[in-house]
């Protein structure tokens, strides 16, 4: 069975054996197609990582998986208007497909606003379990609230434009609707305040990223991820200012700016909010790598030396600092006359973990706490590891 994409193009092709027409959904539906795989992508990784190598599926996540529902329903839109018209000029757009055409340019609107609301409402609840001070936690709080009614106003200013509502999409001529003036203030003064809150998501985190207890490559990678967010304001400006060519244009169905930028915004919000929780899959994925090259490097230590640095005998030792993240471990070792090596470390629990988890990168409220890590290998046959404890 032909899928809806296939499906448009197969009914594009007969009406153009009728009618040649320049038709632009193609590439409408390529660019949507497009943003859609990615945060598709990243949020079902996002999903998989905090439940199943995390066990911490919060509620930051589950609304980042109502916000991609969201784009969902745009991607849904988009191919319901690619079949009523949309990427054609207004004089190629038959009479029987305007009624569905302004139908899914109306509705897609409803999901666009509410997903850009739910992707800051999921970066606030993310913030308020890292902010440390009092007036974070309770900036993070307002915003979460202000999001949450904006999202409500943004979602009644589409309920509201017409009464009845249906005479948006169909002739009513006893139908009250606000202006074009009107319209467009309401646009105006929504792109300002998205913008601005993405502004303040983009800038907010940094100084919590700065006090993170990870190292410096950890922190540059953060901030550059969350800085994407910038990306979703240039693109709030930018449907701001196409937003005027709907009223100014009557060949807007073209190319849909408008539109395009608007879920442009989304998914740069879906992408930029979850890319960081995606650490602990590239750090899983590191130290494999690492492991690997490390057991090649014994393996040919006659030529490169072995991961121990010790290439003579056949004891194999560790000295000095074994680092972990970037992050020292004293590392002390015994040599016994049995062939065994016990090998005693310790190292601060302020570093990120090994599973990626947010609870050992907050830096400490109070108290002292150690990592103790004791190994003992057979030194005779390599450094194989022979048991391992770790009080």
């Not at 296939?6 to 009914?11: D, I, K, S």
């Not at 109502?66 to 690619?82: P, Q, R, S, Y």
């Not at 601005?196 to 800038?203: A, E, K, Q, S």
């Not at 540059?220 to 990306?231: E, K, R």
């Amino acid at each position: 069975m032909a899928g809806p994409l296939e499906q448009v193009w197969r009914r594009q092709q007969v009406i153009a054996q009728d009618k040649p027409v320049d038709s632009n959904a193609g590439t409408i539906l390529a660019i949507t197609a497009t943003m859609m795989g990615l945060s598709f992508i990243v949020v079902a990784l996002r999903c998989w990582i905090r439940q199943v190598m995390l066990k911490s599926f919060n509620i930051d996540d589950a609304v980042m998986v109502v916000a991609l529902g969201m784009a969902i329903g745009c991607m849904t839109c988009f191919i319901g208007m690619a079949k009523n018209g949309a990427g054609r000029f207004a004089k190629d757009i038959l009479p029987e497909w305007q009624q569905g055409l302004a139908y899914w340019s109306y509705i897609i609107g409803i999901f666009q606003v509410t997903g850009i609301s739910l992707v800051k409402i999921s970066i606030a609840f993310f913030l308020r379990r890292f902010v440390q001070t009092k007036w974070q936690r309770h900036f993070t709080m307002v915003l979460l609230i202000f999001c949450a009614v904006f999202m409500i106003y943004s979602i009644l200013t589409f309920v509201l434009a017409c009464i009845p509502l249906s005479a948006l999409w169909k002739i009513t001529p006893s139908a009250r609707c606000w202006s074009k003036d009107t319209l467009g203030l309401l646009g105006t003064v929504n792109g300002v305040i998205n913008v601005t809150t993405d502004l303040i998501f983009v800038i907010l985190p940094i100084p919590v990223v700065i006090k993170l207890q990870v190292n410096r490559r950890t922190k540059i990678t953060l901030v550059a991820i969350l800085s994407l967010g910038l990306f979703a304001c240039v693109a709030s400006v930018a449907r701001m200012i196409y937003a005027y060519e709907m009223f100014a244009d009557p060949n807007y169905t073209r190319n849909y700016n408008f539109l395009i930028w608007f879920n442009v915004e989304l998914h740069a919000g879906i992408l930029s909010a979850s890319l960081p929780a995606l650490r602990p899959l590239f750090a899983k994925i590191l130290q494999n790598t690492s492991r690997h090259l490390r057991t090649r490097g014994y393996n040919y230590g006659s030529r490169y030396g072995n991961r121990y640095g010790n290439q003579s005998g056949n004891t194999h030792t560790r000295s000095g600092y074994r680092r972990q993240d970037d992050i020292p471990m004293d590392t002390r070792n015994f040599a016994r006359e049995d062939g065994y090596n016990a090998q005693v470390s310790t190292a601060s629990a302020k570093i990120l973990g090994d599973d990626g988890s947010e609870g050992g990168i907050l830096p400490p409220k109070g108290g002292i706490s150690k990592r103790t890590e004791i190994i003992v290998q057979e030194a005779r046959d390599g450094p194989e590891e022979y048991g391992k404890q770790v009080v």
